[in-house]
């Protein structure tokens, strides 16, 4: 596994699809400063000052592109929970990726596909971890945001977390390419704070209220709206 250490960059996802041909398969693109990270659904990702966490994976699983890759995203939420959960927090996913401790957003994922024409070259999976921000940083966010440190009451080991984020990532990575989602699907739900809610769902053109009633084996969103039943595949609960 390579890592590469950047001291600032426009975004280690960026950084990822411009270099994706030049790097093997599993290397972690790792930033201190990210002057314009990129976020989901075309948002900007905030850089909250050093110490916090901005990391790309680099990921070549095969030559074709499969159902499957689309749930790393979930699988990475899974490893950060259980992980945050060391550290005596509770923290919840909001469907499909976002990661929550007491309803404030604490991380952020993007997996973005490499194609070249028609043919698949790779993933650039990213993850941005809150870990060592300011209240007042916090509440410039368009969002209610929070931070490991203010959680836990102390500045946290960006190093440390890192890596242990890189290896928990690696340990189970091969098994859930060859499973998928069912490998986290338990996990994942147990860490759902959205389930049998009225929730409200954006897609790219409409918002979906409904309860969440469950998910399905490939991490899709089942939403019961009025009596009708919507398997949502992309969006974001509001
Ligand atoms: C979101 O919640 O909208 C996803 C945010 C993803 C942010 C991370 S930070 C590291 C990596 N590089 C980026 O430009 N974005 C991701």
New binding site residues.
Partial sequence: MKEIFLDEV?????YGKNFLNDLPDKTVIF?KR?T??????A?S?VDLGGEN????FILKPADVFNEKFSNLTQYLSVILCEILESYGLDPQIKWP??VLINGK?I????CETVMQGAVFNGLVL???VNLNSSLSDLETIDKPATSLNVEVGRQINLDIFKERLISAFFKDYDTFLDKGFEFIKSKYISHASFLDKEICVQTINKKNKGIAKALTEHGELILDSKGKILVLTIGEIL
């Fill in positions: 426009d975004s280690t996802n960026l930033a990210q314009s990270g990129r976020g989901r659904l948002r990702w966490l901005f990391l790309s990726n976002d957003k991380a952020g994922i993007l990213g993850i941005g």
